[in-house]
């Protein structure tokens, strides 16, 4: 029995290299021999221009009423996508500003909190110096 199956394998095996040897043979007298010809080059353009008339022919250009509908939907589009960008632009500003105003708040205030407590130190220096001097 496993002489058997053996058996059947290597047919198998043996059928299926020849026909991906014939298959090869085939491939190989499919293609052609890559020689530069002019008349294949006339013949290739001559085809593409062909193809390409036929292409244009399967063109559907829209209506009037329904190019006037998608330029409206566009239009539409691009004024309510800058309204919400310059919304964005505009809060965002202002959070900005409010910020560099309350920093340059919390600056004036601390410079003032520094000149006042180097008034008070030199009050103090000035009340020594006249308490010691008396």
């Known amino acids: 029995m496993a002489d058997e199956k053996k058996k059947a394998v290597a047919k198998a095996d ?3 290299t020849a026909k991906s040897e014939k298959k090869d043979k ?3 007298k499919d293609k052609k021999p890559s020689k ?3 008349k294949a080059i006339f013949k290739n353009i001559a085809k593409f221009f062909k193809d390409l008339r ?3 022919k399967k063109i559907v250009w829209p209506s009037r009423q329904m190019v006037l ?3 409206g939907i566009v239009l ?3 004024l309510v996508i800058g309204a919400g960008i ?3 632009d505009f809060a965002l500003s202002s959070g900005v500003t409010a910020i560099n105003e309350a920093a340059a708040n919390q600056k004036t205030t601390v410079e003032e909190t520094v000149e006042e407590t180097e008034a008070d130190k030199s009050e103090k220096e000035e ?3 006249s308490t010691t001097a008396a």
């Open 26 to 28: 085939k491939e190989k």
């Open 127 to 129: 009340s020594e110096e």
């Open 54 to 56: 036929g292409e244009t």
């Open 86 to 88: 310059w919304l964005i």
């Open 36 to 38: 530069f010809s002019p």
């Open 69 to 71: 509908k998608s330029t």
């Open 76 to 78: 539409a589009a691009i």
């Open 14 to 16: 043996t059928s299926e």
